[in-house]
């Protein structure tokens, strides 16, 4: 009965995946013959049932019985996965190798490798989820996890030596330009331009350069607002030779006066709203050609500024005059020289990636020093986002305290039962959750929030936490393009009164951005699916049940290798151990893409983990709730501009403060150092990097080699060529560089585009193809968004590591796929249909 049980139970196994095993007519005396000398455990497998029944037959001819000699034939049932159960009753079943003995040409009896593991098990129990692991397995500590980092050899003394000279050569070139150079002190003057006159300011100092650089504040109007105005001013530069006449008035000799410039046109307010008018300030460089520059020099002229008004109004504005500006052609060789040796240090990982943004800042700063721009102590502290760090420092002090309520403990065993322990369906869970969390708070306060939650899940399945800590913070760069408030670039794009004014409302900027993202998003999880196809590249250790696969099928590999392929006989022998052997890599292929706890251990698992895990202080929660919400609503407030009143770093603080005072927390050095100090430091110090490397000239750079690109296409082509350029230029900017002062950039290149009516070109589409660019590009590497660096420092502080060659190798593939369909989508969208 056991013997027809497996026949039938196999048959029905080898049908579905398409093998056909010998019948019982086909198994001659040889061949069983041969099956005879296969060790027991190969002989009593269900895919030798034609043998067995064979075997069987011609016991009962001779009067023999050998029922006995196949004790341990159980049928082969499919479980709802198509999947051979596993005997648990023998403890030694998956544990060893068996011994084959055969005869070589020689005649020596040879053993092959046999492994006999008598190591018990213990059963699986669990511990705290915060930092350990369940079953028989200890937490790593970061130095063990084999992340694929490329770390120098410390021990190495050319290493360690060439490193230490390296930096100490570049902290000399630093402290020599800070030294021999003074900060830059530009002072502001006074000019008040009369009615219908023209008002002369004679510069002080003739210009250092061919370019001279002006500021000027005063009721000015925005660049939007250039095509709705009657009133300008109007300047330009003019050298002179002659002798004045009063103070800064008349010439004696207008032939001694040229023109040494092109007029710049400034649309400033109304006579009417000057004293409600705000003050703007704009900046300028003049550009004078070489002859005019030698000539000025040649014969000791004077560089006078011409300014003219054209309304019946005194118009007073401010001006600084910059004697000797950056050479941006220099500049951006510079900051570009600046960026690679950033990028070098943390790729590389010479130093922390906290101290390589720290020297590379200094390090841009004193170039500017050199190029005799050095930037005052004022202006380095205002090149530093005090909001964002706010918001980072707030929202750090709420998920410390929220941790110690036991919240985050509680979502993970909520999410592991709901999944039911299948990895894969845990994975996709949290990146749709932090999608959608992302779409509405900002995707630093969702990495916040969402990482703890990651790693503990993650400890339990006994995965990596690594690849699903990137995965989600991938997801939040993606979820944050979806609304107006979701990250700081769209905040920017919908910020402009000239794009406000063209329709692009909230409503509407989601609705566009929406469908985009679902498309990014299903494109995004299938890259993941494909890159993490073997479930083991996602796991910590292999589970027993693919070790024992694999065992078995080196098993029946060595048998069939054993069996000389010279006879008709052997050969059946021969294919029905090679076909098993496919069956076996089927099942273990199946078993490897599967990626899900075992029945028994998920059950016993997640009861004992809703035993030690549940909320500790549900008090202490019911205050962070009424908080949390405080701070989310101030956030939406904040996005609408009739209610704007409070940014989102005093909101965050206001809602921190609250929370000490109604929990009474007293310990503030425990609150405290839960704080990522380094990474707070980090974005500081990035800050400052991105400020000086724009004052060098990069970003107006890739600005005007943007426009210039764009109008040089035809016609029919230029909105294809515009959504594309705008896209791929802000992605792949925003992967290296900070997306702020890239958005900020490229708004001024969409709406200048979008105002030139000889070009013919829609806006909305372009601010589509803007929001999603940066937003996309952050997730190329590890220092393109805020979100990534603060992952990464969570995952620090777990005891995990990730380095940016790690994050590289996941993210910027994901961004060009990101990149790709989101151009897809946009040039069907807007270019096809017109949904525009």
């Known amino acids: 009965m056991r013997l027809k049980s497996a026949r039938k139970s196999f048959s029905r196994h080898k049908h579905k995946h398409g093998l056909e095993f010998p019948q019982p007519s086909e198994v001659t005396e040889a061949s069983l013959e041969l099956w005879r000398t296969l060790p027991t455990k190969i002989r009593q497998d269900p895919s030798m049932v034609s043998f067995q029944q064979v075997e069987l037959e011609h016991a009962r001819l001779h009067g023999d019985d050998h029922e006995d000699s196949f004790p341990d034939i ?95 050569i570049t902290w000399m070139v630093i402290i020599a330009f800070l030294v021999v150079k003074d900060e830059k002190l530009v002072h502001a003057k006074q000019l008040s331009i009369p009615a219908g006159k023209t008002r002369p300011y004679i510069l002080p100092k003739l210009p250092l350069s061919s370019k001279v650089k002006f500021s000027f504040e005063g009721t000015f109007l925005g660049e939007q607002y250039t095509n709705i105005t009657e009133h300008y001013l109007t300047i330009y530069l003019q050298s002179l030779t002659s002798t004045l006449e009063g103070n800064d008035s008349e010439l004696l000799n207008s032939d001694s006066v040229h023109n040494i410039s092109d007029p710049w046109h400034v649309p400033i307010v109304h006579p009417y709203l000057f004293d409600s008018a705000p003050i703007i300030k704009k900046q300028h460089s003049f550009d004078i050609s070489d002859n005019n520059f030698e000539r000025i020099h040649a014969q000791s002229s004077a560089v006078r500024m011409m300014v003219k008004s054209n309304i019946k109004a005194s118009f007073p504005i401010s001006v600084k005059y910059d004697q000797s500006p950056v050479n941006r052609d220099i500049g951006v060789i510079y900051a570009a020289f600046v960026l690679i040796f950033l990028y070098a240090l943390i790729i590389w990982e010479v130093v922390h990636r906290t101290f390589a943004a720290v020297i590379a800042s200094t390090l841009a700063i004193s170039i500017l020093a050199a190029l005799d721009d050095r930037p005052t102590m004022e202006d380095i502290v205002g090149w530093i986002d005090v909001e964002t760090i706010l918001l980072l420092f707030s929202m750090m002090i709420l998920v410390a305290i929220l941790a110690e309520t036991g919240i985050f403990d509680f979502l993970a065993v909520y999410i592991y039962k709901i999944t039911n322990g299948k990895i894969w369906n845990l994975i996709h869970c949290l990146c749709i959750c932090t999608t959608l969390i992302s779409s509405f708070l900002d995707n630093v306060t969702t990495v916040l929030l969402m990482a703890p939650i990651t790693i503990r899940l993650c400890e339990v399945m006994d995965m990596n936490p690594v690849p699903v800590l990137m995965a989600i913070t991938v997801h939040a760069n993606i979820g944050g393009t979806m609304t107006p408030v979701g990250d700081p670039p769209n905040i920017i794009i919908t910020s402009n009164q000239y794009i406000l004014k063209h329709g692009v409302t909230f409503l509407t900027f989601t609705a566009h951005m929406m469908v985009g993202v679902i498309i990014v998003v299903i494109a995004t999880n299938i890259h993941l699916r494909l890159k993490y196809k073997n479930i083991n590249n996602l796991r910590m250790h292999e589970p027993k049940e693919l070790k024992e696969l694999r065992r078995n099928i080196k098993v029946w590999e060595r048998a069939a290798g054993k069996i000389p392929p010279y006879s008709k006989d052997a050969n059946i022998v021969r294919e029905t151990l090679m076909k098993k052997v496919r069956l076996l890599r089927h099942e273990l292929k199946k078993k490897m893409t599967k990626g899900s706890v075992p029945e028994d251990l998920y059950r016993t698992t997640l009861e004992e983990l809703q035993k030690e895990h549940p909320i500790k202080n549900k008090g202490l929660l019911i205050k962070s709730g009424v908080v949390c919400a405080f701070i989310i609503s101030l956030f939406f407030l904040e996005s609408i501009p009739e209610l704007r009143r409070m940014s989102s770093g005093w909101a965050a603080l206001l809602g921190v403060m609250l929370l000490l005072i109604i929990s009474d927390k007293n310990d503030m050095d425990a609150v405290l150092s839960r704080i990522e100090w380094p990474t707070l430091l980090f974005f500081a110090a990035m800050f400052t990097l991105m400020e000086a490397v724009e004052r060098m000239g990069l970003i107006d750079w890739i600005g005007h080699a943007t426009e210039s690109i764009i109008q040089s296409v035809s016609e029919d082509l230029r909105l294809a060529v515009a959504i594309i350029i705008i896209l791929w230029i802000s992605a792949l900017t925003s992967a290296f560089v900070d997306s702020i002062p890239v958005t900020a950039m490229m708004v001024k290149i969409v709406v200048a585009l979008s105002e030139k009516s000889t070009l013919g070109l829609p806006l909305q589409p372009l601010v589509w193809a803007l929001a999603f660019g940066p937003c996309l590009g952050g997730n190329g590497t590890l220092v393109g968004a805020s979100a990534n660096v603060i992952c990464a420092g969570i995952a620090e502080q777990h005891g995990y590591r990730f380095s940016f060659m790690d994050y590289f190798k996941l993210g910027f593939p994901i961004m060009l796929v990101s990149v790709i369909v989101t151009t897809g989508y946009l040039i069907m969208a807007h270019v096809v249909f017109a949904w525009h």
Not at 122 to 128: I, T
Request: glycine share 6%; proline share 6%; hydrophobic share 20%.
């Open 74 to 168: 159980q049928p082969m049932d499919d479980d709802e996965d198509g999947e051979e159960e596993e005997d648990e009753d023998d403890e030694d079943n998956g544990n060893e190798f068996i011994t084959i003995n055969v005869t070589n040409e020689q005649g020596v009896n040879k053993e092959l490798e046999h492994i006999k593991e008598k190591k018990e098990i213990p059963k699986p129990h669990v511990h705290h989820l915060a930092g350990h692991y369940i079953g028989n397995i200890t937490p790593p500590k970061h130095e063990d996890i084999d992340t694929g980092q490329n770390h120098l050899d410390e021990d190495h003394p050319f290493r360690k030596y060439s490193k230490i000279i390296c930096l100490f």
